[in-house]
């Protein structure tokens, strides 16, 4: 069986998202209670409900929004979009 590059490749960020995870842990703390804060000070300062899980979304749209400026490809936005799509995921089976 021939190795995959792309496969290869996509297991290598994975892996480079999980210690991005481990470093913000260490920086900012547990995911939830940060996240919470946003969400309460997004919805009051939009007069509507936002949910922790939107604010992963807009978060991941943020760095859809920057990877798309122009032809320069950045790693980090897909290693950040990746985390935040897991992350959202996870609040969603840990709620």
């Not at 290869?8 to 913000?24: G, M, N, P, T, W």
């Not at 309460?40 to 509507?48: H, P, Q, V």
Request: contains cysteine; positive net charge; proline residues 2%.
């Amino acid at each position: 069986m021939t190795k995959d590059p792309v496969r290869q490749e996509a297991i290598k960020l994975l892996k480079e998202c999980s210690d991005i995870l481990d470093i913000r842990g260490n920086t900012y703390g547990n995911i939830l209670p940060n996240l919470t804060m946003q969400s309460k000070l997004w919805s009051a300062y939009f007069g509507i409900d936002i949910t922790e899980e939107d604010v992963c979304i807009a978060y991941a749209l943020t760095k859809i929004a920057r990877d798309k400026q122009g032809n320069k490809y950045h790693k980090d936005n897909a290693v950040d979009i990746a985390n935040y799509s897991v992350m959202s995921s996870a609040i969603k089976k840990t709620k």
